[in-house]
């Protein structure tokens, strides 16, 4: 059977069709948008991808609104029963106020809207989760961010708890918000689900990376560092950890 991945799409998204050109144009799966409004998930798709944008225009506060939406139920289901699930931005708000990932957002430090390249790390093994199979732990990438509630934010119980499951999957470098510990991607307990701030889907393609104009991509020649987390879901959607 071939692959197929769920993007979600509300009112508001848009980062939905360039997740579907990495997947369709890229990684040649099948890919398909889901609305909002559908209740019933099971059975059709093999990940999900919640994508960036501005869900009910981020009313009252980021990812809010979206989290009560009727597809989130079934998302929340199939996440229960171990499906893949990625969060990018606000994808990643949405995640934490349906409750399947730990914390809170908050505005950034500079109460500004940020989006500009930054450098994350990962503090896991790369089977931690099905996103970073192809990774190893310390290895670094080159990944934009952009929103204005990037600002991520637990109690420090939850922190030590976090740290102690290894929920804390990607952190900044270069902390472009102000999130606690320089948080930057966080998975639940089971490692099915990854929330993630910056955009991995505008880094895929070399051409639109900044190490288009200096050669010296630290992953894959001819790719954007962001495309590693698409290999390593296809990857472990195939079963296989190695490229497909």
Known sequence: MPIRIGIVVFPGSNCDRDIYHVLKNIMHVDAEFIWHKRED????YDAIVIPGGFAYADRLRAGVIAAFSPVMKAVKRLARDGLPVLGIC???QILVESGLL???FMRNDSLTFTCRWTRLRLDVDGSRTPFTLLLERGMRLNIPVANQEGKYYVDEDTLREMERNEQI???YEDNPNGSLNDIGGVCNVEGNVLGMMPHPERACEIMLTPQYMHNNSTLL???GDGIVIFRSLISYLYGKGEHP
Do not use: K, Q
């Open 221 to 223: 020649h001819g790719y």
């Open 169 to 171: 999957v990607f952190r």
């Open 41 to 44: 998930l099971n059975g059709y």
């Open 90 to 92: 606000n994808g990643f």
């Open 102 to 104: 730990p914390g809170a």
